[in-house]
Protein backbone atom coordinates (compact mmCIF):
# COMPACT_ATOMS: atom_id res chain seq x y z
CA UNK A 1 0.00 0.00 0.00
CA UNK A 2 1.20 3.71 -0.70
CA UNK A 3 1.86 5.67 2.16
CA UNK A 4 1.34 8.64 -0.02
CA UNK A 5 -0.35 9.80 -3.41
CA UNK A 6 0.14 12.61 -5.99
CA UNK A 7 -2.85 14.47 -6.37
CA UNK A 8 -4.03 17.59 -8.61
CA UNK A 9 -0.94 19.70 -9.67
CA UNK A 10 1.73 17.66 -7.62
CA UNK A 11 0.01 18.00 -4.27
CA UNK A 12 1.16 15.57 -1.56
CA UNK A 13 -2.08 13.49 -0.56
CA UNK A 14 -1.46 11.32 2.75
CA UNK A 15 -2.69 7.88 2.60
CA UNK A 16 -6.76 6.87 2.63
CA UNK A 17 -9.06 6.42 5.68
CA UNK A 18 -12.70 4.86 5.99
CA UNK A 19 -15.23 6.30 8.04
CA UNK A 20 -18.20 3.94 7.83
CA UNK A 21 -21.03 5.98 9.54
CA UNK A 22 -24.44 5.02 9.97
CA UNK A 23 -27.69 6.73 10.63
CA UNK A 24 -31.34 5.44 11.88
CA UNK A 25 -32.02 5.55 7.71
CA UNK A 26 -28.90 5.14 6.09
CA UNK A 27 -25.38 4.29 6.41
CA UNK A 28 -22.38 5.81 4.25
CA UNK A 29 -18.65 5.07 3.87
CA UNK A 30 -16.82 8.60 3.58
CA UNK A 31 -13.11 7.95 2.14
CA UNK A 32 -10.55 10.75 3.51
CA UNK A 33 -7.06 11.31 3.05
CA UNK A 34 -5.09 15.00 3.95
CA UNK A 35 -3.54 16.82 1.41
CA UNK A 36 -1.52 19.84 1.98
CA UNK A 37 -2.99 20.11 5.27
CA UNK A 38 -6.74 19.81 4.31
CA UNK A 39 -9.00 17.35 4.64
CA UNK A 40 -10.41 16.24 1.93
CA UNK A 41 -13.93 13.58 1.40
CA UNK A 42 -15.15 11.54 -0.94
CA UNK A 43 -18.57 9.65 -0.50
CA UNK A 44 -18.03 6.15 -2.14
CA UNK A 45 -21.10 3.74 -1.34
CA UNK A 46 -24.44 4.86 0.39
CA UNK A 47 -26.83 1.91 1.89
CA UNK A 48 -30.74 2.04 3.34
CA UNK A 49 -31.09 1.58 7.13
CA UNK A 50 -34.20 0.25 7.73
CA UNK A 51 -36.34 -1.86 10.79
CA UNK A 52 -38.94 -4.51 10.72
CA UNK A 53 -41.12 -6.15 12.66
CA UNK A 54 -39.68 -9.25 14.67
CA UNK A 55 -41.70 -11.36 17.59
CA UNK A 56 -43.84 -8.06 18.28
CA UNK A 57 -41.01 -5.40 18.16
CA UNK A 58 -39.05 -3.22 16.20
CA UNK A 59 -35.75 -4.85 15.16
CA UNK A 60 -32.65 -3.31 13.08
CA UNK A 61 -32.43 -5.30 10.25
CA UNK A 62 -28.40 -6.55 10.91
CA UNK A 63 -28.19 -8.70 8.10
CA UNK A 64 -29.08 -5.52 5.72
CA UNK A 65 -26.79 -3.28 7.29
CA UNK A 66 -23.75 -6.04 6.94
CA UNK A 67 -24.20 -6.16 3.43
CA UNK A 68 -24.29 -2.70 2.82
CA UNK A 69 -20.72 -2.34 5.20
CA UNK A 70 -19.42 -4.84 2.87
CA UNK A 71 -20.31 -3.31 0.04
CA UNK A 72 -18.78 -0.37 0.33
CA UNK A 73 -15.71 -1.80 1.17
CA UNK A 74 -16.47 -3.39 -2.26
CA UNK A 75 -16.94 -0.20 -3.71
CA UNK A 76 -13.56 1.57 -2.97
CA UNK A 77 -11.81 -1.79 -4.31
CA UNK A 78 -13.79 -1.35 -7.24
CA UNK A 79 -12.32 1.99 -7.43
CA UNK A 80 -8.55 1.27 -6.35
CA UNK A 81 -8.92 3.29 -3.26
CA UNK A 82 -7.65 0.80 -0.16
CA UNK A 83 -8.00 2.65 3.06
CA UNK A 84 -5.12 2.09 5.67
CA UNK A 85 -7.59 1.89 8.25
CA UNK A 86 -11.42 2.21 8.56
CA UNK A 87 -13.73 3.15 11.60
CA UNK A 88 -17.52 2.37 12.22
CA UNK A 89 -19.83 4.85 14.10
CA UNK A 90 -23.52 4.26 14.94
CA UNK A 91 -26.87 5.84 17.07
CA UNK A 92 -26.05 4.89 20.66
CA UNK A 93 -27.67 2.75 23.52
CA UNK A 94 -28.97 -0.50 21.69
CA UNK A 95 -26.98 -3.96 21.94
CA UNK A 96 -26.97 -7.31 20.64
CA UNK A 97 -25.46 -10.45 22.93
CA UNK A 98 -23.51 -13.35 22.01
CA UNK A 99 -23.52 -16.71 23.49
CA UNK A 100 -19.91 -18.50 24.38
CA UNK A 101 -19.08 -19.36 20.98
CA UNK A 102 -19.65 -15.99 19.53
CA UNK A 103 -22.78 -16.55 17.89
CA UNK A 104 -25.79 -13.72 18.34
CA UNK A 105 -28.49 -13.95 20.74
CA UNK A 106 -32.04 -12.80 19.37
CA UNK A 107 -32.24 -9.28 17.25
CA UNK A 108 -31.26 -6.19 17.66
CA UNK A 109 -34.07 -3.97 18.69
CA UNK A 110 -34.49 -0.75 18.07
CA UNK A 111 -34.25 1.95 20.72
CA UNK A 112 -38.38 3.41 19.60
CA UNK A 113 -39.70 -0.05 20.38
CA UNK A 114 -42.11 0.09 23.14
CA UNK A 115 -40.16 -2.86 24.93
CA UNK A 116 -39.32 -0.11 27.73
CA UNK A 117 -42.59 1.18 28.93
CA UNK A 118 -42.77 0.92 32.99
CA UNK A 119 -38.88 -0.37 33.04
CA UNK A 120 -38.10 3.17 34.59
CA UNK A 121 -40.47 1.91 37.71
CA UNK A 122 -38.55 -1.45 37.28
CA UNK A 123 -34.93 0.51 37.91
CA UNK A 124 -36.34 3.06 40.50
CA UNK A 125 -37.36 0.40 42.63
CA UNK A 126 -33.79 -1.23 42.71
CA UNK A 127 -31.57 2.68 43.20
CA UNK A 128 -32.94 5.72 42.96
CA UNK A 129 -32.97 7.85 40.15
CA UNK A 130 -30.57 10.59 42.21
CA UNK A 131 -28.12 7.70 42.95
CA UNK A 132 -28.42 6.42 39.59
CA UNK A 133 -27.69 9.81 38.15
CA UNK A 134 -24.91 10.56 40.41
CA UNK A 135 -23.19 7.58 39.70
CA UNK A 136 -23.67 7.70 35.71
CA UNK A 137 -24.71 10.86 34.81
CA UNK A 138 -26.80 9.86 32.30
CA UNK A 139 -30.25 11.60 31.22
CA UNK A 140 -33.29 9.57 32.06
CA UNK A 141 -34.40 8.64 28.35
CA UNK A 142 -36.83 5.43 28.47
CA UNK A 143 -34.80 3.63 25.93
CA UNK A 144 -31.52 3.87 27.45
CA UNK A 145 -29.80 0.56 27.32
CA UNK A 146 -30.09 0.39 31.10
CA UNK A 147 -34.46 -0.10 30.68
CA UNK A 148 -33.17 -2.56 27.49
CA UNK A 149 -31.73 -4.55 29.77
CA UNK A 150 -34.47 -4.59 32.85
CA UNK A 151 -36.75 -5.60 29.59
CA UNK A 152 -35.17 -8.34 28.38
CA UNK A 153 -34.41 -9.57 31.57
CA UNK A 154 -38.20 -10.06 32.29
CA UNK A 155 -39.04 -11.01 28.57
CA UNK A 156 -35.96 -13.37 27.51
CA UNK A 157 -34.17 -14.56 30.61
CA UNK A 158 -32.35 -17.30 28.84
CA UNK A 159 -31.30 -14.95 26.59
CA UNK A 160 -29.29 -13.50 29.80
CA UNK A 161 -28.39 -16.37 31.15
CA UNK A 162 -26.85 -17.65 27.97
CA UNK A 163 -25.12 -14.48 26.98
CA UNK A 164 -21.16 -14.17 27.85
CA UNK A 165 -21.00 -10.81 26.17
CA UNK A 166 -22.53 -7.31 25.24
CA UNK A 167 -21.60 -5.94 22.39
CA UNK A 168 -23.34 -2.10 21.19
CA UNK A 169 -23.81 -2.27 17.40
CA UNK A 170 -20.86 -0.33 16.10
CA UNK A 171 -18.77 -2.96 18.57
CA UNK A 172 -20.87 -5.95 16.64
CA UNK A 173 -19.94 -5.02 13.36
CA UNK A 174 -16.12 -4.51 14.37
CA UNK A 175 -16.68 -8.22 15.98
CA UNK A 176 -18.15 -9.49 11.98
CA UNK A 177 -14.85 -7.67 10.38
CA UNK A 178 -11.99 -8.91 12.69
CA UNK A 179 -13.46 -11.38 15.00
CA UNK A 180 -11.62 -9.25 17.93
CA UNK A 181 -14.55 -8.70 20.33
CA UNK A 182 -13.71 -4.67 21.67
CA UNK A 183 -16.26 -2.17 23.45
CA UNK A 184 -15.88 1.32 22.81
CA UNK A 185 -15.95 3.53 25.72
CA UNK A 186 -18.10 6.30 24.27
CA UNK A 187 -20.83 4.40 22.88
CA UNK A 188 -20.72 1.95 26.12
CA UNK A 189 -21.16 5.37 28.29
CA UNK A 190 -24.55 6.01 26.50
CA UNK A 191 -25.75 2.28 28.45
CA UNK A 192 -26.30 4.31 31.74
CA UNK A 193 -24.21 1.83 33.37
CA UNK A 194 -20.90 3.27 33.32
CA UNK A 195 -19.54 5.27 36.37
CA UNK A 196 -18.92 8.69 35.14
CA UNK A 197 -15.93 9.24 37.41
CA UNK A 198 -14.32 5.95 37.35
CA UNK A 199 -15.17 5.96 33.48
CA UNK A 200 -15.69 1.88 33.52
CA UNK A 201 -18.72 -0.09 33.92
CA UNK A 202 -20.69 -0.09 37.66
CA UNK A 203 -20.20 -3.29 39.14
CA UNK A 204 -21.68 -2.14 42.00
CA UNK A 205 -25.05 -0.78 40.03
CA UNK A 206 -24.70 -4.13 37.50
CA UNK A 207 -24.91 -6.43 40.60
CA UNK A 208 -27.82 -4.10 42.23
CA UNK A 209 -29.84 -4.53 38.89
CA UNK A 210 -28.88 -8.40 38.35
CA UNK A 211 -27.17 -8.25 35.10
CA UNK A 212 -23.77 -10.50 34.53
CA UNK A 213 -20.79 -8.90 35.14
CA UNK A 214 -19.13 -11.26 32.52
CA UNK A 215 -21.17 -9.42 29.79
CA UNK A 216 -18.83 -6.37 30.57
CA UNK A 217 -15.60 -6.04 29.72
CA UNK A 218 -12.45 -3.90 29.60
CA UNK A 219 -13.35 -0.46 27.83
CA UNK A 220 -11.36 1.10 25.17
CA UNK A 221 -10.86 4.52 23.92
CA UNK A 222 -11.22 6.10 20.69
CA UNK A 223 -7.86 5.29 18.32
CA UNK A 224 -7.59 1.44 19.66
CA UNK A 225 -6.45 -1.04 17.13
CA UNK A 226 -9.25 -3.87 16.98
CA UNK A 227 -7.22 -5.59 14.50
CA UNK A 228 -7.15 -6.63 10.43
CA UNK A 229 -9.96 -7.94 8.46
CA UNK A 230 -10.56 -11.47 9.22
CA UNK A 231 -9.19 -13.71 5.93
CA UNK A 232 -12.10 -14.38 4.85
CA UNK A 233 -13.15 -10.88 4.84
CA UNK A 234 -10.47 -9.40 3.30
CA UNK A 235 -10.49 -12.31 0.85
CA UNK A 236 -14.40 -10.91 0.13
CA UNK A 237 -14.07 -7.26 -0.33
CA UNK A 238 -10.41 -7.33 -1.95
CA UNK A 239 -8.49 -6.07 0.47
CA UNK A 240 -6.88 -5.73 3.57
CA UNK A 241 -7.00 -3.28 6.23
CA UNK A 242 -7.06 -2.39 9.85
CA UNK A 243 -9.86 -1.60 11.88
CA UNK A 244 -9.75 1.49 14.64
CA UNK A 245 -12.00 2.46 16.99
CA UNK A 246 -13.25 5.98 16.18
CA UNK A 247 -15.58 7.35 18.09
CA UNK A 248 -18.77 4.90 17.61
CA UNK A 249 -21.28 6.99 19.44
CA UNK A 250 -22.40 9.18 16.49
CA UNK A 251 -22.44 12.16 18.65
CA UNK A 252 -19.20 11.51 20.04
CA UNK A 253 -17.69 11.41 16.34
CA UNK A 254 -19.88 14.78 15.55
CA UNK A 255 -18.80 16.69 18.57
CA UNK A 256 -15.37 15.59 17.48
CA UNK A 257 -14.91 17.55 13.96
CA UNK A 258 -16.66 21.36 15.66
CA UNK A 259 -14.48 23.33 14.90
CA UNK A 260 -14.99 25.92 17.65
CA UNK A 261 -13.66 29.36 17.92
CA UNK A 262 -13.65 29.52 21.82
CA UNK A 263 -14.72 27.44 24.95
CA UNK A 264 -18.26 30.29 24.64
CA UNK A 265 -19.45 28.01 22.08
CA UNK A 266 -22.60 25.59 22.25
CA UNK A 267 -22.18 22.65 19.84
CA UNK A 268 -25.11 21.11 17.92
CA UNK A 269 -25.35 18.23 16.29
CA UNK A 270 -28.15 18.49 14.43
CA UNK A 271 -29.87 15.09 12.47
CA UNK A 272 -32.09 12.60 13.38
CA UNK A 273 -31.24 14.07 17.16
CA UNK A 274 -30.84 17.36 17.45
CA UNK A 275 -28.17 16.87 20.69
CA UNK A 276 -27.04 20.41 22.29
CA UNK A 277 -24.00 21.22 25.01
CA UNK A 278 -20.53 21.62 25.64
CA UNK A 279 -17.40 19.61 26.22
CA UNK A 280 -16.34 19.31 29.91
CA UNK A 281 -13.15 17.89 31.13
CA UNK A 282 -15.17 16.66 34.50
CA UNK A 283 -18.63 15.36 34.60
CA UNK A 284 -21.35 17.42 36.47
CA UNK A 285 -23.67 14.76 38.22
CA UNK A 286 -25.64 17.35 40.73
CA UNK A 287 -28.95 16.89 41.74
CA UNK A 288 -29.85 20.76 39.73
CA UNK A 289 -28.12 18.84 36.41
CA UNK A 290 -30.20 15.95 36.97
CA UNK A 291 -33.45 18.26 37.25
CA UNK A 292 -32.80 19.40 34.22
CA UNK A 293 -32.26 16.47 32.69
CA UNK A 294 -28.62 16.83 30.98
CA UNK A 295 -26.25 14.18 30.18
CA UNK A 296 -23.12 13.48 30.53
CA UNK A 297 -21.40 11.41 28.13
CA UNK A 298 -18.35 10.13 27.72
CA UNK A 299 -16.00 11.48 24.56
CA UNK A 300 -12.95 10.65 23.14
CA UNK A 301 -9.73 11.87 25.33
CA UNK A 302 -12.71 11.47 28.02
CA UNK A 303 -13.80 15.11 27.01
CA UNK A 304 -17.11 14.54 28.36
CA UNK A 305 -20.00 15.78 26.34
CA UNK A 306 -22.42 17.61 28.70
CA UNK A 307 -25.77 17.74 26.13
CA UNK A 308 -29.48 17.82 25.95
CA UNK A 309 -31.05 15.22 23.93
CA UNK A 310 -33.92 16.81 21.50
CA UNK A 311 -36.06 15.18 19.40
CA UNK A 312 -34.49 17.51 16.20
CA UNK A 313 -35.37 16.60 12.67
CA UNK A 314 -36.99 12.92 13.65
CA UNK A 315 -40.31 14.80 13.75
CA UNK A 316 -39.97 16.62 10.43
CA UNK A 317 -38.49 13.57 8.68
CA UNK A 318 -41.67 11.83 10.13
CA UNK A 319 -43.98 14.12 8.62
CA UNK A 320 -42.18 14.16 5.47
CA UNK A 321 -43.03 9.98 5.29
CA UNK A 322 -46.64 10.63 6.65
CA UNK A 323 -47.26 13.05 3.78
CA UNK A 324 -46.01 11.30 1.05
CA UNK A 325 -47.77 8.17 2.35
CA UNK A 326 -44.99 6.29 3.85
CA UNK A 327 -44.66 4.46 7.25
CA UNK A 328 -41.43 4.57 9.01
CA UNK A 329 -42.23 1.09 10.35
CA UNK A 330 -43.79 -1.77 8.22
CA UNK A 331 -46.99 -2.97 10.15
CA UNK A 332 -47.69 0.28 11.99
CA UNK A 333 -51.37 1.66 11.55
CA UNK A 334 -51.37 5.72 10.47
CA UNK A 335 -53.49 7.28 12.55
CA UNK A 336 -56.01 9.79 11.15
CA UNK A 337 -55.43 13.19 10.71
CA UNK A 338 -56.44 16.15 8.87
CA UNK A 339 -55.07 18.91 7.08
CA UNK A 340 -55.28 20.96 3.25
CA UNK A 341 -53.61 17.96 2.12
CA UNK A 342 -53.87 14.45 1.89
CA UNK A 343 -51.59 11.41 2.03
CA UNK A 344 -49.46 10.68 -1.28
CA UNK A 345 -51.26 13.32 -2.83
CA UNK A 346 -48.26 15.00 -3.46
CA UNK A 347 -44.62 14.19 -2.73
CA UNK A 348 -42.42 16.43 -0.54
CA UNK A 349 -39.59 17.25 -0.11
CA UNK A 350 -37.72 18.96 2.18
CA UNK A 351 -37.31 22.62 0.33
CA UNK A 352 -41.35 22.46 0.12
CA UNK A 353 -41.40 21.76 3.70
CA UNK A 354 -39.60 24.47 4.42
CA UNK A 355 -41.30 27.38 2.38
CA UNK A 356 -44.15 25.53 3.57
CA UNK A 357 -43.05 26.99 7.25
CA UNK A 358 -42.17 30.24 5.67
CA UNK A 359 -45.52 30.86 4.26
CA UNK A 360 -46.68 30.28 8.03
CA UNK A 361 -44.46 32.58 10.00
CA UNK A 362 -47.34 33.84 11.77
CA UNK A 363 -48.41 30.59 13.13
CA UNK A 364 -47.41 30.86 16.79
CA UNK A 365 -48.24 27.64 18.30
CA UNK A 366 -45.65 25.14 19.99
CA UNK A 367 -44.82 22.05 21.68
CA UNK A 368 -42.64 20.40 23.72
CA UNK A 369 -40.11 18.51 21.37
CA UNK A 370 -38.95 16.68 23.79
CA UNK A 371 -42.15 14.95 24.97
CA UNK A 372 -42.51 11.07 24.80
CA UNK A 373 -45.47 11.70 22.72
CA UNK A 374 -43.42 12.20 20.05
CA UNK A 375 -40.62 9.61 20.14
CA UNK A 376 -42.49 7.06 18.08
CA UNK A 377 -46.23 8.16 17.38
CA UNK A 378 -48.35 5.96 15.39
CA UNK A 379 -48.83 9.47 13.70
CA UNK A 380 -46.54 12.62 13.98
CA UNK A 381 -49.52 14.85 12.52
CA UNK A 382 -51.37 13.80 14.62
CA UNK A 383 -49.77 14.02 17.66
CA UNK A 384 -48.45 17.56 17.36
CA UNK A 385 -52.23 18.25 16.66
CA UNK A 386 -53.25 16.78 19.52
CA UNK A 387 -50.66 18.43 21.92
CA UNK A 388 -51.67 21.78 20.41
CA UNK A 389 -55.04 21.10 21.31
CA UNK A 390 -54.50 19.57 24.88
CA UNK A 391 -52.59 23.27 25.79
CA UNK A 392 -54.98 24.83 24.42
CA UNK A 393 -53.49 26.75 21.51
CA UNK A 394 -54.44 26.74 17.84
CA UNK A 395 -54.21 22.82 16.26
CA UNK A 396 -52.24 23.24 12.80
CA UNK A 397 -54.92 23.20 9.55
CA UNK A 398 -52.67 23.21 7.17
CA UNK A 399 -49.24 21.96 6.34
CA UNK A 400 -47.58 24.99 6.70
CA UNK A 401 -48.71 25.77 10.02
CA UNK A 402 -47.46 22.17 11.31
CA UNK A 403 -44.20 23.04 9.77
CA UNK A 404 -43.82 26.46 11.74
CA UNK A 405 -45.14 24.58 14.81
CA UNK A 406 -42.16 22.16 14.64
CA UNK A 407 -39.80 24.92 13.55
CA UNK A 408 -40.86 27.20 16.33
CA UNK A 409 -40.92 24.16 18.74
CA UNK A 410 -37.22 23.16 18.04
CA UNK A 411 -35.76 26.28 17.95
CA UNK A 412 -37.60 27.35 21.74
CA UNK A 413 -36.10 24.02 22.81
CA UNK A 414 -32.64 25.02 21.77
CA UNK A 415 -33.15 28.25 23.50
CA UNK A 416 -33.86 26.86 27.01
CA UNK A 417 -31.50 24.14 26.88
CA UNK A 418 -28.45 27.07 26.55
CA UNK A 419 -30.64 29.16 29.16
CA UNK A 420 -29.85 25.79 31.47
CA UNK A 421 -26.45 24.70 30.50
CA UNK A 422 -25.34 28.78 31.29
CA UNK A 423 -27.14 27.84 34.59
CA UNK A 424 -25.98 24.64 35.64
CA UNK A 425 -22.32 25.72 34.32
CA UNK A 426 -21.75 29.25 35.33
CA UNK A 427 -20.95 30.41 31.86
CA UNK A 428 -22.40 32.52 29.10
CA UNK A 429 -22.40 31.34 25.38
CA UNK A 430 -21.87 33.65 22.84
CA UNK A 431 -22.21 31.35 19.92
CA UNK A 432 -23.95 27.89 18.18
CA UNK A 433 -21.91 25.36 16.15
CA UNK A 434 -24.30 23.19 14.09
CA UNK A 435 -22.52 20.20 12.61
CA UNK A 436 -24.42 17.56 10.97
CA UNK A 437 -27.03 17.43 7.97
CA UNK A 438 -29.37 19.62 9.54
CA UNK A 439 -27.28 22.48 9.51
CA UNK A 440 -27.78 22.28 5.58
CA UNK A 441 -31.55 23.72 6.45
CA UNK A 442 -31.23 27.72 6.27
CA UNK A 443 -34.34 28.44 8.00
CA UNK A 444 -33.71 25.86 10.70
CA UNK A 445 -30.89 27.91 11.40
CA UNK A 446 -31.79 31.55 10.66
CA UNK A 447 -34.89 30.35 12.85
CA UNK A 448 -32.24 29.65 15.84
CA UNK A 449 -30.51 32.74 15.52
CA UNK A 450 -33.36 34.77 15.63
CA UNK A 451 -35.26 32.58 18.78
CA UNK A 452 -31.42 32.24 20.83
CA UNK A 453 -30.10 35.45 19.43
CA UNK A 454 -26.83 34.21 18.81
CA UNK A 455 -24.75 33.89 15.80
CA UNK A 456 -25.20 30.27 14.28
CA UNK A 457 -22.83 28.87 12.48
CA UNK A 458 -23.26 26.17 10.42
CA UNK A 459 -21.26 23.33 9.16
CA UNK A 460 -19.58 20.90 8.69
CA UNK A 461 -22.49 19.04 6.85
CA UNK A 462 -20.51 15.56 7.16
CA UNK A 463 -19.73 16.40 11.05
CA UNK A 464 -19.71 12.78 12.02
CA UNK A 465 -17.97 11.50 9.52
CA UNK A 466 -15.42 14.11 9.97
CA UNK A 467 -15.15 13.44 13.83
CA UNK A 468 -14.44 9.50 12.77
CA UNK A 469 -11.98 9.99 9.93
CA UNK A 470 -9.95 13.12 12.43
CA UNK A 471 -9.41 10.34 15.51
CA UNK A 472 -8.25 7.84 12.56
CA UNK A 473 -5.88 10.32 10.89
CA UNK A 474 -4.38 11.50 14.78
CA UNK A 475 -3.73 7.96 14.66
CA UNK A 476 -1.95 7.33 11.60
CA UNK A 477 0.09 10.52 12.16
CA UNK A 478 -1.85 13.34 9.80
CA UNK A 479 -2.42 15.19 12.70
CA UNK A 480 -0.66 15.98 16.15
CA UNK A 481 -4.02 15.95 17.89
CA UNK A 482 -7.50 16.99 18.50
CA UNK A 483 -6.18 20.76 18.38
CA UNK A 484 -4.57 20.44 15.07
CA UNK A 485 -7.48 18.27 13.50
CA UNK A 486 -10.07 21.10 14.50
CA UNK A 487 -7.78 23.46 12.88
CA UNK A 488 -7.93 21.59 9.80
CA UNK A 489 -11.24 21.19 9.70
CA UNK A 490 -12.10 24.93 10.02
CA UNK A 491 -9.53 25.67 6.92
CA UNK A 492 -11.13 22.60 4.97
CA UNK A 493 -14.33 23.03 4.83
CA UNK A 494 -17.55 25.81 4.13
CA UNK A 495 -18.99 27.05 7.49
CA UNK A 496 -21.98 29.69 7.31
CA UNK A 497 -22.27 32.33 9.37
CA UNK A 498 -25.77 33.02 10.40
CA UNK A 499 -26.36 36.29 12.49
CA UNK A 500 -29.91 36.97 14.84
CA UNK A 501 -32.05 39.44 12.87
Known amino acids: MESEKIGKEGSVMGQYYLAIDIGASSGRHILGHVENGRMVLEEMYRFDNRQQRRDGHDCWDVENLWQGILGGLKACKAQGKIPATVGIDTWAVDFVLLDKDGKRLGDAVAYRDGRTEGMD????ALIPPAELYARTGIQKQLFNTIYQLMALKQEHPEQLEAAHSLLMIPDYFNYLLTGVQKQEYTNASSTNLVN???KTWDRELLDTLGLPRRLFGPLSMPGTVVGPLKEEIAAEVGFQTTVILPATHDTGSAFLAVPARDDRAVYLSSGTWSLLGVENEAPITTEESRAQNFTNEGGAWYRFRYLKNIMGLWMIQSIRRELNGVDYVAGKTRAAWTLDVKAGEKQWSFPDLIAAAESAADFTAVVDANDDAFLAPDSMILAVQ????????PV?????QLMQCVYRSLTLCYKNAIAGLSELTGKTYTSINIVGGGCQDNYLNRMTAAVTGLPVYAGPVEGT??????????HGGEFAGLVTARQSIRESFDIKEVLPQ
Open 121 to 124: KAVD
Open 196 to 198: AAK
Open 386 to 393: KACAAAGQ
Open 396 to 400: PQTVG
Open 465 to 474: AIGNLAVQMI
